[in-house]
């Protein structure tokens, strides 16, 4: 909790909440879209990678490891999760937000944990692709700016303060 301290704990039918302020909030659904876009760039190229390794591995193995290779590309697809999941557990931020200076946390004012991050990893791939992108809309809605993943997920993402 010292890493953040602009967030202030209040207890509300036992249950313990943070209580965000303007600051934490501020321009994090623009800084949002930006870390998601930073993102997906770092993975297409990671993607791209992995997919032409295995390609040019079939080539020279004249089709031998083409078994192995077709795993890899079935696999890929994951990618994404693997990607979102692990950085969301270990610091609370994938590099596109550690880039713009936002990273995700619990309503208790931690970092989710690998099973944490890896749900709402995929609640919002199922969603957000299923909506084109309008289930985001919820954000503008609560005072806390969280889409429906964080609140299905009781996670927020707010501005890093460590990083100021």
């Given at each position: 909790?010292?890493?953040?301290?602009?967030?202030?704990?209040?207890k509300s039918h036992s249950d313990i909440k943070l209580d965000l302020s303007s600051i934490d909030i501020e321009g994090v659904p623009f800084n949002r879209m930006l870390a998601y876009l930073i993102d997906l760039i770092i993975l297409?190229?990671?993607?791209?990678?992995?997919?032409?390794?295995?390609?040019?591995?079939?080539?020279?193995?004249?089709?031998?490891?083409s078994p192995i290779t077709s795993i890899v590309f079935v696999l890929l697809p994951l990618l994404p999760l693997a990607y979102h999941s692990y950085f969301l557990?270990?610091?609370?931020?994938?590099?596109?937000m550690n880039a713009m200076g936002i990273k995700m946390i619990t309503m208790e004012g931690d970092i989710p944990?690998?099973?944490?991050?890896?749900?709402?990893?995929?609640?919002f791939y199922l969603s957000v692709p299923a909506t084109s992108f309008l289930i985001l809309i919820v954000m503008l809605f609560n005072d806390e700016r969280r889409t429906l993943h964080d609140l299905l997920t009781n996670t927020v993402v707010v501005n890093d303060t460590t990083r100021a």
């Open positions: 909790m010292n890493e953040l301290p602009s967030l202030r704990l209040k297409s190229v990671v993607g791209l990678a992995i997919g032409f390794a295995a390609f040019v591995l079939t080539l020279i193995s004249i089709g031998l490891l557990s270990q610091q609370g931020a994938t590099p596109g944990t690998l099973l944490h991050a890896g749900i709402t990893t995929i609640i």
